[in-house]
């Protein structure tokens, strides 16, 4: 069993090095368009992206501390309990619950006219809930933890991208010039993305509590939702907003 989750560690760096090369590569065109325009969305964009790719990295460090078998003495120092929140998993959702925080401020900008106060302050309390829970509500080994720390996070990302879908669709409908319905569809496959992010991994997580070793399809599914928003946003929307005049 210990070497079959160490090759399957393996397999999940070989995988997230790909997905970070790839990461990588958009953020840095999405950097260098940033820069042509400066558009205050695009950074907006950029930080949150940021965010996803560390979310990525963190999760890479986890497969590698797994795969080199690295350990530390669980002795209830701050080092071994990063250490603990790095390989379960739980930096990483630290770094998706700001992004979702972010992509919530993005959405308002792009398509309201103002905050809604009664739905900020719950994005707000509900965001801090979930950062809380992720980097304080820790036991190790304990599967049950986890799964709801994915769900936190998951429901998390449905407060925040359903209604962001459900405006990027109304706003490609309602226009008819061609690059702003590709600007707005691209935020809606972003948006539906990202949500499908912590579902596979809730679900991943789920068949790993009730048997599975881990690394099911829904894992690989993830980290490519994550890679299809990131495009499909810098393709359709940061791309061609650097070249408005």
């Known amino acids: 069993m210990v070497e079959l989750n160490i090759l399957l560690n393996f397999v999940g760096m070989v995988f997230e090095t790909f997905i970070i090369v790839i990461s990588a590569v958009l953020l840095v065109l999405i950097i260098k368009k940033y820069f042509i325009k400066r558009h205050n969305l695009t950074r907006l964009l950029l930080i949150i992206f940021t965010c996803y790719l560390l979310a990525i990295?963190?999760?890479?460090?986890?497969?590698?501390?797994?795969?080199?078998?690295?350990s530390v003495i669980q002795d209830g120092s701050i080092i071994a309990w990063m250490y603990n929140l790095i390989v379960d998993f739980r930096v990483s959702e630290f770094f998706v619950t700001i992004a979702i925080f972010l992509s919530y401020i993005l959405k308002v900008n792009v398509f309201e006219k103002g905050y809604n106060a009664i739905?900020?302050?719950?994005?707000?309390?509900?965001?801090?809930?979930?950062?809380?829970?992720?980097?304080?509500?820790?036991?190790?080994?304990?599967t049950l933890l986890d799964i709801v720390a994915f769900l936190i996070v998951f429901i998390y990302m449905v407060m925040v991208y359903v209604p962001f879908l459900r405006r990027a669709i109304q706003s490609y409908r309602g226009v008819e010039e061609k690059v702003y319905k590709q600007a707005f569809l691209s935020l809606a496959i972003?948006?539906?993305?990202f949500t499908l992010i912590f579902l596979n991994f809730a679900i991943d997580?789920?068949?790993?509590?009730?048997?599975?070793?881990g690394f099911t399809v829904f894992y690989f599914l993830a980290w490519i939702s994550a890679i299809v928003g990131i495009f499909g946003t810098y393709y359709g929307y940061i791309r061609p907003k650097s070249s408005e005049k």
Not at 57 to 70: D, G
Not at 119 to 132: N, P
């Open 205 to 213: 997580r789920v068949l790993i509590f009730l048997g599975s070793p």
């Open 119 to 142: 739905h900020k302050y719950i994005i707000i309390i509900y965001g801090i809930f979930a950062c809380v829970y992720v980097l304080i509500i820790y036991e190790l080994d304990n």
């Open 190 to 193: 972003m948006s539906f993305s």
């Open 57 to 70: 990295i963190f999760s890479w460090i986890s497969k590698v501390i797994v795969f080199t078998q690295l």
